[in-house]
């Protein structure tokens, strides 16, 4: 993480894509193929707005059957760099990867094997419940991708809990030796976002990516 910090990253793709297309966002992950004008603005807006690191549009892939998602990693990493290209910029570009079906395990080795193959090795395992999962994937990156940098996110209920039932303070002491960043997203807005960092410690460059208010069901 040799960048001078704070960086700040993007934002939310899904919500974008459904406003400015007016098509649903469900597995937005789909239109890097099928309507990549659309994702290419977006990261583009993105960019006009100071955004100094981009996010691949992958989150839901892991939980995606690997005869449909690996495709679509290309196609993702090559929307994202045409996206700065067109902006005649370069920022530092993650693959975003969200939480894996407990399932099938072999999907995120997988994903992280097509990531590396296109040239990436940034990697932000966001909203995630727990390390354990994560573990076959982080080591595999560390074994074949040099100079990788891994970051995990938690993503914390307003109770301090994952939804694993686990405290993120602990997890940040369990991933800090694996990891490069640490980070937590989702569930919270702001003001109770940043309620968390006060209540939390740690020694690794932190990414904090809030929802822009509470969610609710």
């Known amino acids: 993480m040799a960048q001078e910090l704070p960086q700040l990253f993007d934002g939310a793709m ?14 937005v992950e789909a239109a890097n ?10 990261h583009g807006r993105y960019l006009e707005a100071g955004a100094q690191c981009l996010l691949t549009n992958t989150f839901a892939l892991p939980l995606v059957e690997s005869e449909m998602a690996l495709p679509l ?37 997988s994903l992280v094997d097509a990531f590396s193959e296109c040239g990436i090795n940034r990697f932000l ?4 419940a727990e390390l354990a999962p994560l573990r076959p994937a982080i080591d595999r990156i560390r074994k074949t991708v040099p100079g990788a940098q891994i970051i995990v996110s938690f993503a914390v209920e307003a109770d301090g809990l994952t939804r694993a039932g686990l405290e993120v303070q602990p997890l940040f002491e369990e991933a800090t030796p694996l990891v490069d960043g640490l980070g937590l997203n989702c569930l919270q807005g702001p003001a109770g976002m940043v309620k968390l960092v006060e209540s939390l410690h740690w020694d690794r460059p932190l990414v904090v990516r809030p929802n822009a208010g509470s969610p609710s069901v």
């Open 33 to 42: 193929a099928t309507n990549p004008e659309a994702i290419r603005s977006i």
């Open 125 to 128: 395992f966001e909203t995630q």
């Open 14 to 27: 899904g919500t974008l894509y459904a406003q400015s297309t007016g098509m649903s966002s469900d597995l």
């Open 73 to 109: 990693v290309p196609a993702a990493v090559n929307n994202a760099r045409e996206a700065m290209a067109e902006a005649g910029c370069t920022v530092p570009l993650y693959a975003s990867l969200g939480p894996a079906d407990p399932g099938h395990p072999e999907r995120m080795l």
